[in-house]
């Protein structure tokens, strides 16, 4: 209806997610490349893109991080899982433990990150979890590092609109959400403070570049 759906040709299952997203990235890189950066976040995430766009504006404006940025909750030393749901197998990964990769809910790159992992894709093999391999293994294979966006992810969903209702407000980006009311109520809410009905006391995110720290 809207135009607005990007098809590859793969099934669309949960061992394929990975597919899904090289795709993204062949698509940022054959006709997004004039954007500055790239967000991917899951469905059942709410976004306070207001807040976003003033740190990533006042990052472009001042020169910071304008390339090479990988802006995430980022997961280190995180435990390879052997059963359940997202159980790999020691053939499949034979490590202990992840290198640093991101939560796959919700990051920011830098629309030459995007062009440059789509590439790396080429050369790293297949690994059916899409966070680890998108935001992991290609990054590791081009040296690239994770930057820690502090204190913007509210994980419990149950805690939406206390955190984007209250007076610390513009200190959260991400947060997973439970249910579309919710969701609505905490956008006109944001509304009305895009819209200058309320002033709030913008403060910026700090940006850790350390990798430890999880």
């Known amino acids: 209806m809207y135009n607005d759906i990007v ?6 299952a949960y061992k394929n997610l990975t597919y899904k997203g090289v795709a993204a990235l062949k698509w940022v890189t ?13 469905d059942d995430m709410f976004v306070n893109m207001f807040t976003l766009l003033r740190h990533l504006s ?12 990988i802006l995430c909750l980022v997961w280190g030393r995180m435990i390879v899982m052997r059963t359940g749901k997202w159980a790999v197998s020691e053939k499949e990964f034979p490590g202990k433990y992840y290198p640093t990769y991101c ?4 990051f920011t790159l830098s629309t030459d990150v995007a062009v440059k992992l789509y590439y790396a894709s080429y050369t790293v093999p ?5 966070d680890f391999y998108i935001t992991g293994l290609l990054p590791l294979k081009l040296k690239l590092k994770h930057k820690q966006f502090m204190s913007t992810y509210v994980l419990d969903g149950r805690k939406l609109q206390e955190k984007f209702n209250g007076p610390q407000w513009y200190t959260y ?10 969701i609505q109520r905490v956008w006109k ?21 350390s990798l430890n720290a999880f």
């Open 30 to 42: 054959t006709h997004c490349r004039n954007s500055k950066y790239v967000l991917k976040a899951d």
């Open 58 to 69: 006042s990052y472009y404006r001042f020169g910071t991080y304008r390339n090479d940025l």
């Open 126 to 130: 297949f690994f059916w979890v899409d």
């Open 189 to 209: 809410s944001l509304l009305k403070l895009a819209n200058g009905e309320v002033q709030p006391n913008i403060k910026y995110i700090q940006v850790n570049s």
């Open 173 to 182: 980006v991400f947060s997973h959400v439970h249910d579309l009311s919710s």
């Open 103 to 106: 939560s796959g809910s919700a």
């Open 7 to 12: 098809q590859e040709d793969f099934v669309d």
